[in-house]
């Protein structure tokens, strides 16, 4: 497996909290990027459904932005907008989602994160949307001195051994079939705005149940999807995703 020997940096602004979704004590924070996020928030909805057994209102998937050094801009990290308020990708962030599952369980979601993934290692948005705002990026307690480290390189062995890894820094750039494993605590999570929380697929016809799209209204209504103090962006999001 691949290692970037650099050094960790670090300028965190304005943390934007999101409620815990815990289910026990032993929970633990981590984010996934691959792509669009989208698509991801759907498969890991998906995951938690069938693996923990959740209900619509435990669920703990989230969109949102990691990765970037700068933080957060003025107390926001936000999608494209005509203002570039706090713009993500200018913040150096990528696209990911949010998860709270269970120690135990880790592993497994590590199985469903390599899934996405073609056999040569590209995620299915590869050659439509590109640059470092889609970059693979995992974020775990410690990062990849951590002991989640070792079972995510087990597990990506025995789920095809695709996949390559190495120490984000921040700001990291886009290659293929390369993960960044970012400290949760170094790389904070922001969550994005209600309207990309559980939106269809990227993809032309990958359109999800209305009951799907319907949780981030409930979820917002119930106060559990985070709040986004960002312009709305929706205007020049383009069929094929973001």
Same mark, same amino acid.
């Given at each position: 497996m691949h290692q970037l020997s650099l050094l960790s940096l670090v300028a965190l602004l304005g943390h934007v909290a999101i409620p815990s979704l815990a289910q026990n004590s032993d929970d633990v924070e981590i984010y996934f990027g691959c792509g669009c996020f989208w698509h991801v928030q759907h498969e890991f909805v998906e995951a938690e459904r069938r693996l923990l057994k959740r209900s619509d209102q435990d669920l703990t998937a989230r969109a949102g932005y990691a990765? *970037?050094? &700068? *933080?957060?801009k003025n107390g926001k990290v936000?999608?494209?907008?005509?203002?570039?308020?706090? $713009?993500?990708? &200018?913040? *150096?962030?990528?696209?990911?989602?949010?998860? =709270?599952?269970p120690e135990r369980a880790f592993s497994d979601f590590c199985v469903e994160y390599c899934e996405l993934f073609g056999e040569q290692g590209y995620r299915p948005d590869q050659f439509v949307d590109?640059?470092? =705002?889609?970059? #693979?990026?995992?974020?775990?307690?410690?990062?990849?001195?951590? @002991?989640?480290?070792?079972?995510?390189?087990? !597990?990506?062995?025995?789920a095809g051994d @695709?996949?390559?890894?190495? @120490?984000?820094? +921040?700001?990291d750039p886009d290659r293929p079939a390369l993960v960044f494993i970012m400290d949760t605590?170094?790389?904070?999570?922001?969550?994005?705005? =209600?309207?990309? =929380?559980?939106? $269809?697929?990227?993809?032309?016809g990958e359109n999800y149940p !209305?009951?799907? #799209?319907?949780? &981030?209204g409930k979820s917002a209504r119930e106060r559990t999807l985070g709040t986004s103090?960002?312009?709305?962006?929706?205007? +020049?999001? *383009?069929?094929f995703g973001l």
């Open positions: 990765g *970037g050094i &700068a *933080g957060a936000c999608y494209h907008n005509a203002g570039k308020i706090s $713009d993500y990708d &200018a913040l *150096g962030h990528a696209e990911v989602v949010r998860l =709270q599952i590109r640059g470092s =705002q889609y970059r #693979n990026l995992i974020g775990i307690p410690g990062g990849f001195d951590s @002991k989640y480290t070792k079972l995510l390189l087990n !597990t990506s062995k025995l @695709k996949l390559e890894f190495g @120490k984000g820094i +921040g700001d605590s170094e790389f904070p999570f922001f969550v994005a705005e =209600q309207y990309h =929380q559980f939106h $269809d697929g990227f993809n032309l !209305t009951s799907y #799209n319907e949780l &981030a103090r960002c312009p709305n962006g929706r205007i +020049g999001i *383009g069929a």
